[in-house]
């Protein structure tokens, strides 16, 4: 017996020394440490990792020597490594921010706008829509993708998250009681500090939410509701077709002989208390009228003259976004203010539109009573790597998924 353990005890020291550690740093521009980067070999999403505070990360794999590393963060630039070179010594990786919000948004506003007459414009956009309507697809599309996450408040990291799942679409002709998106998870990762990850869970179990705001945390929690949902806002289609028959709010920004951008504004103001204003901008090739890219820019501002205080689960929800360490347990909402860009671009492949890539920035600000601010940030971007459309069929229930065990990371 003891002959036997001894074998078995060799044996497990000699496979865990066939995993090699593999080690590095992560910095921006300016040589600071970008924290909760995630790391993963391209041959196995599974086996990544993230950055610590310091933009510092390990992890343990049996790899081939000539294999990939790619370093991901949201806002910025993807970048790859050899799995040789994270070796010996901590190799420092650069990473460079690439603005989420498009060129077009910063063209709008340089630019001197040309108003077109209403009849133009009508026949302008007729021809752009015709385009889009003889590209969309009208078979069922399966994408691959990758998503990641990520929130931030009082400079500290709420967290990161990273999904890879393949997402159906349904065309209208299809649907029959269907949703148009479709999520399949295939692997879910979640880096949290170990203490935030304490607060959610207390924050999650707590009496004070009611059955229903509880039934949303937990599909938030599980990472599927967030991913699902930023493949669906920004519907280009329907975005054209609520909007193209309100000329006077349309402009054409600027004009060149490969890009022709349009722009279409519309908002809301209700006493001063609620208001809100949205832009699209539709950048268009001027030969064929086919959409390259969408950004769009929403501002909300919430005004509440006397103020709302907050309590109960208001109050506990509140404090489970707030990252400083203050817990309030008096808070009168008296200001918000929201503010949040989305950006779609596209790819074409035999005449039909698929989208390419999606990226999400919003920045928000919870002012209360005697200058309290909470200020919020959240980042999301979703890469398409790969689609489908032959043999595409929609999901059957028991293949979508509502909830998804992902995988939690403790970062040090």
């Known amino acids: 017996m003891k002959r036997f353990l001894y074998i078995v005890l060799l044996l497990s020291l000699a496979c865990t020394s066939w995993a090699k550690s593999y080690y590095g ?7 600071q440490p970008v924290p909760y980067a995630t790391v993963f070999p391209l041959d196995s999403v599974v086996l990544g990792t993230a950055t610590n505070d310091r933009g510092l990360f390990v992890f343990e794999a049996n790899l081939p020597e000539n294999g990939l590393v790619m370093v991901s963060f949201v ?24 603005p989420i919000a498009l060129d ?8 001197k706008k040309i108003k077109a007459k209403h009849r133009e414009m009508a026949q302008l956009l007729l021809k752009v829509y015709n385009q889009l309507a003889g590209e969309w697809p009208e078979q069922c599309t399966r994408y691959h993708v990758v998503s990641e996450a990520r929130m931030t408040s009082q400079n500290s ?13 349904i065309p209208e002709a299809a649907k029959k009681g269907s949703d148009s998106v479709q999520l399949h998870a295939e692997h879910c990762k979640r880096f949290f500090k170990p203490e935030i990850r304490q607060r959610a869970n207390l924050a999650y179990q707590a009496k004070e939410l009611d059955a229903k705001t509880r039934k949303y945390a937990a599909a938030i929690d599980s990472g599927v509701a967030v991913h699902s949902m930023l493949f669906q806002i920004g519907d ?14 349309w402009t054409v920004v600027s004009e060149s002989p490969t890009e022709m951008i349009l722009s279409h504004k519309e908002g809301k103001n209700y006493l001063g208390i609620f208001k809100w204003n949205i832009t699209r901008n539709y950048v268009v090739n001027p030969k064929t009228y ?13 005004n509440i003259p ?25 808070f009168r909402l008296r200001k918000g203010h929201l503010d949040c860009t989305l950006t779609t671009r596209y790819q074409r492949r035999n005449g039909q539109i698929y989208i390419l890539e999606k990226n999400l920035k919003t920045d928000a600000n919870i002012v209360g009573t005697k200058d309290r601010v909470i200020p919020i ?31 939690i990371v403790e970062i040090f």
Do not use: C
């Open 75 to 98: 806002g910025y630039e993807r970048k790859t490594v050899p799995l040789s070179k994270l070796h010996g010594d901590t190799m420092t990786i650069v990473i460079h921010e690439r």
């Open 306 to 330: 006397f103020g709302k205080r907050l309590k109960g689960q208001e109050l506990l929800l509140l404090n489970l976004l707030n990252m400083s360490e203050q817990q309030y347990e008096k």
């Open 25 to 31: 740093r992560v910095v921006d521009g300016a040589g």
């Open 157 to 169: 990291a709420w967290g990161t998250e990273q999904m890879v799942a393949s997402i159906v679409t």
């Open 104 to 111: 077009e948004t910063t063209v709008s506003a340089r630019h």
């Open 236 to 249: 280009v289609r329907y975005n054209l077709e609520s909007t193209m028959h309100d000329y006077k709010h």
């Open 290 to 302: 086919a959409i390259i890219r969408l950004s769009e820019h929403l501002t909300m501002d919430v």
């Open 377 to 407: 940030h959240f980042r999301a971007g979703q890469r398409v790597t790969g689609f489908e459309t032959q043999g595409v069929k929609p999901l059957k229930r028991s293949q979508i998924t509502t909830r998804f065990p992902r995988q």
